[in-house]
Structures are given as C-alpha cells and as structure tokens.
C-alpha cells in the first residue's frame, strides 16, 4: 500500500509563506504525477497544483504566480511552497500520487489569518 505523509502546514499570516512537503513511501515515485489539493469548509476539493513524472506542472488560477510545486525524486518528496498567503487558501490540502491508481495523504491543516 502506497503511503503519502504531510507535513508543514500550520496558522500564518496573510502574505506569509509556508512549504508543504508530502514523503511517499512503498512504490516507484518517479513515475507518478503528484498533485496538492485543498478542501475549503463548505467546498468540494480542488487540485491546487500537479507536477508530472516528467517535471510538467499545472497551478489553479488563483494560485499562480504565488505556489510553486515541485519534486525531489531521490527523496520521494513532493513541495508546495506557497507564498502571498491569502485568507482564502485556508484548507485542507491534500497530497495525491496518481498513476493507473490514486493515493491520497491524511490532508494537513493550513489556516491563513491575523
């Protein structure tokens, strides 16, 4: 079974910075597009951000400019540094490992609030 950790999220400022990170244990990394999503209270999930085995990335149009996805293939890690933080990126996000077959992480908690 395919295991996507999170980590980094946590309360920040609005125009603050924070980098998600997602370890992905138990299968071949390298040959999955990841992707962040996020879930706000009272809306579906949305992808945020995907970056493909072949370093292709895709960002949601109210992030651009502002996140950036990226992966480290010899540490089975994939980042989103988010900066600019605005009170509306308040979420749940998600990490996912997509390929034939879709894994998703726990979900990690970032709140963006004065």
């Known amino acids: 079974q395919v295991e996507l950790v999170e980590s980094g999220g946590g309360l920040v400022q609005p125009g603050g910075s924070l980098r998600l990170s997602c370890a992905v244990s138990k299968t071949i990394f390298s040959l999955y597009t990841m992707g962040w999503y996020r879930r706000a209270p009272g809306n579906q999930r949305e992808l945020v951000a995907r970056i493909t085995s072949g370093g292709s990335t895709k960002y949601a149009d109210s992030v651009k400019g502002r996140f950036t996805i990226s992966r480290d293939n010899a540490e089975n890690t994939v980042y989103l540094q988010m900066n600019s933080l605005k009170p509306e990126d308040t979420a749940v996000y998600y990490c996912?490992?997509?390929?034939?077959?879709?894994?998703w992480g726990q979900g990690i908690q970032v709140t963006v609030s004065s």
């Open positions: 996912n490992a997509d390929r034939s077959v879709s894994y």
